[in-house]
């Protein structure tokens, strides 16, 4: 247990329609990532977050967007969804004092299945 | 901009066989290198990583890799596998001063054979 938890952890819905995807990080960890990971692409950076500031963006489409509340979990919201989005989303946490540490933590991702 | 590239998408092996894993990465400046670990229906979990210092890095689960900065390599290494290492792995690589987004390789999928 990476003590990352995402919810849900799978989700199915239509073309057109919006989801949120619901990442918490593990006790202390001020950093949030959101991955996506399909066959094709593999594993894509889309955004991170550190103590509620954007702080690097990545692969992220338009029709996505995050953020971190203060509590420090994350959001990802897909929205306009289309059928090449089904894909596992991962979150994953670090802790960051200004310097690097290395690892990130990830929870067991969201499955999102475009129908 | 950095890259990794995964050389083998899957590497079939024997059990009690040594495995390698290739990684080649690119970047324009100095970089720290990580693999990562995928289990079935799980997320990914770190199973070493190179900072600075020793170019052998050994890691959990009796893997270990080598940095080598002249080829720009990172090979990963098991000298004698297990069914239980049948996974996907990512090899990973940030550039110097944070863990900003790490980029992954495409990821390859041990299989081991009994």
């Known amino acids: 247990d990476s003590g990352v938890t995402q919810t849900p952890k799978h989700l199915i819905t239509a073309t057109g329609q919006r989801v949120t995807l619901r990442c918490s990080p593990r006790?202390?960890?001020?950093?949030v990532y959101w991955y996506q990971q399909s066959l094709d692409q593999g594993l894509q950076f889309l955004i991170q977050?550190?103590?509620?500031?954007?702080?690097a963006k990545g692969n992220i489409l338009e029709r996505f967007s995050a953020q971190q509340f203060p509590d420090l979990h994350s959001e990802l919201n897909l929205s306009s969804l289309e059928l090449g989005d089904s894909a596992l989303y991962f979150c994953?946490?670090?802790?960051?004092?200004?310097?690097?540490?290395?690892?990130?933590?990830f929870g067991e991702g969201s499955r999102l299945t475009v129908l | 901009a950095q890259s990794v590239t995964q050389l083998d998408s899957q590497v079939p092996v024997f059990e009690e066989a040594p495995v390698e894993l290739r990684c080649n990465y690119s970047?324009?400046?100095?970089?720290?290198l990580f693999w990562y670990v995928q289990y079935p229906n799980q997320g990914l979990q770190l199973l070493l990583k190179?900072?600075?210092?020793?170019?052998l890095v050994k890691g959990i689960n009796g893997f270990e890799a080598e940095f080598n900065k002249s080829q720009t390599s990172f090979h990963l290494r098991k000298p004698s596998v297990h069914i239980s290492d049948t996974a996907e792995y990512f090899c990973a690589v940030t550039e110097g001063g944070g863990a900003d987004g790490l980029t992954f390789g495409k990821g390859t999928h041990l299989i081991i054979q009994p």
């Open positions: 190179y900072l600075s210092g020793s170019t």
């Open positions: 994953a946490s670090s802790i960051r004092q200004g310097g690097l540490t290395g690892e990130l933590f």
């Open positions: 006790s202390g960890d001020l950093s």
């Open positions: 977050y550190y103590n509620g500031e954007e702080r």
């Open positions: 970047s324009s400046v100095s970089v720290y």
